[in-house]
């Protein structure tokens, strides 16, 4: 029987719910928006990733089969060339960390996956946004999507994976551009297994360790299921939500196929007003940036990122 891992959106963290695809019917009501499905295919995207919530109009982005150094609205940080893997029916690509000396003092290895969904240019920040950075077709409520297997940690102390969004440029010279906010996944040794992070002012980072609603943890060697979903709350604009889920036995090698056991692994409720520690403003605004970074590592495989607009839930 096929199983996939999810939550009602009023439901606490430990409340995991387990649906069989088998007993779903042919035409099923979406997670609590009142939208409605035609079949049980379309809750899954091409790749055959599991969608939890319905798409909204809006800009999206999904990789598939196209090559990552020769996409629009998709750019390896560095110019850092990705290579083509194959392992059983699996085919995905490698990238190389590259050696840096950080904004925040300090040398390391990076890797840093860019999503451009909106193709737009940013024309503000944190303190003169438009509920957007670019355009109103900057992502905003959105589901982000990557499979990744990490090698080598390099950097214990720094060693963890980021998902960063509704951003724009972190520049030196405009530090205000950064506006974003992240969740982060990380090994055992780091101390902080998952963490909310908010960087308005580059490299002014806050973070706010999360607990764990299961033990877990980003492994050396072992590919994992990361999805951020991030949405306005529709009852209190003072309030967004952001949940990472995760798939810690996230690939089928014999089909190619993500398997989809997803399950809610953290959540944090920014609120207007709420301090991060240096912050206390909601972000709530639509990014033209959408970065997946790696930082401790010597080299990452990926496969099937993808990002796009949701219909955000209703309670």
Known sequence: MTTFFTQRPGAQLQGVVILSLISLSACVQAADTGAVVPSITALFDEDGVLMMYPSAQGSQFRLG?????????????KQVVARPQKEGALQYWNVPAYPLRYAGGGNGWSSRLHILASGGQQKYNWKNQHGYLSSPADVRNQELTVFMRVHQI?????????LKIRGGGHRADQPDAASCVMMTISPVAHGSITRFGKELQHPQYDYVSLQPAFPAALQDHVWIGLKLVSWNDVQDARRV????????????LATGKPKNQ????????????KSSGRYNKLVNWGGCLTTIRADGF????????????IVPPQD
């Open 262 to 273: 997803w399950r809610l692994f953290s959540e944090y409720i920014d609120i207007e007003g």
């Open 298 to 309: 010597h080299d990452i495989d990926f496969v099937y990122p993808s990002v796009r607009e």
């Open 65 to 77: 089969q196209q090559n990552p150094n020769h996409t629009p609205h998709f750019a390896i940080e």
């Open 154 to 162: 390099v950097d214990p102390a720094r060693a963890q994976i980021t």
């Open 241 to 252: 939500i952001h949940r990472l889920y995760i798939d810690t036995d996230p690939l089928d």
